[in-house]
């Protein structure tokens, strides 16, 4: 049986709303965070790669420490302007990235933060 509108819309609210709650309800406010305050210190890890040369070419730059800002520096990827401090989004050649910070807390309370992210990916090309 094919789902409604409204069934799409209750699905996605279980699946992207709940978890980040249930995150929240059981963490607390950490002393420290082994994240960065900027997503665009994270690593190009979570750039797309099509064929067996860009994922070479990726993987030895996250192997080496590189980050979305050295990679933008670089022109590798477009910056497109933020919509929220917790939020950023990219192009690379015909895919549009967006990756959000959903939530920080000390889930296991050790004391350090944890951060839920979530990432989409889009293809920008006209069929």
Same mark, same amino acid.
């Given at each position: 049986? /094919? ?77 497109? /302007? ?46």
């Amino acid at each position: 049986m /094919p789902m409604t509108t409204y069934d799409i819309t209750m699905d996605s609210w279980f699946t992207g709303s709940v978890p980040v709650l249930v995150f929240l309800r059981d963490s607390m406010a950490s002393e420290g965070s082994l994240m960065f305050d900027d997503l665009m210190d994270l690593s190009v890890d979570v750039i797309p790669w099509t064929g067996s040369e860009e994922r070479i070419q990726i993987e030895g730059d996250t192997a080496s420490g590189l980050t979305l800002r050295d990679y933008a520096e670089k022109n590798l990827i477009r910056i497109i /302007p933020r919509e929220s401090p917790h939020e950023i989004s990219f192009q690379k050649g015909s895919q549009e990235v967006v990756v959000k910070e959903l939530a920080r807390g000390d889930h296991d309370h050790d004391g350090v933060d944890y951060v839920g992210i979530n990432w989409n990916q889009k293809s920008l090309a006209r069929s």
